[in-house]
C-alpha cells in the first residue's frame, strides 16, 4: 500500500514543488503542505478526520 501511495504522490509533489512536499521535518517543508503518506504502514496510527 505504501508503494502505490508513493507512485500516486511523488510526481504530484514533483509538479508542485513550491506548494507540496513530502518531507516529515517542520524545518524541511518551509511553508509548504506535507502530503502524510507514512500513516498508512502497519503500526502507524492516525485520527480520523471525522472522529468526537
Avoid: C, W
Avoid at 507540496?20 to 524541511?28: D, N, P, S, V, Y
Amino acid at each position: 500500500m505504501f508503494e502505490a501511495a508513493q507512485d500516486i504522490a511523488t510526481p504530484f509533489v514533483d509538479n508542485h514543488p513550491k506548494t507540496l512536499t513530502l518531507h516529515i521535518k517542520k524545518e524541511a517543508r518551509k511553508g509548504r503542505v506535507l502530503i502524510d503518506i507514512y500513516r498508512i504502514r502497519s503500526g502507524q496510527s492516525i485520527v480520523s478526520p471525522y472522529s468526537l
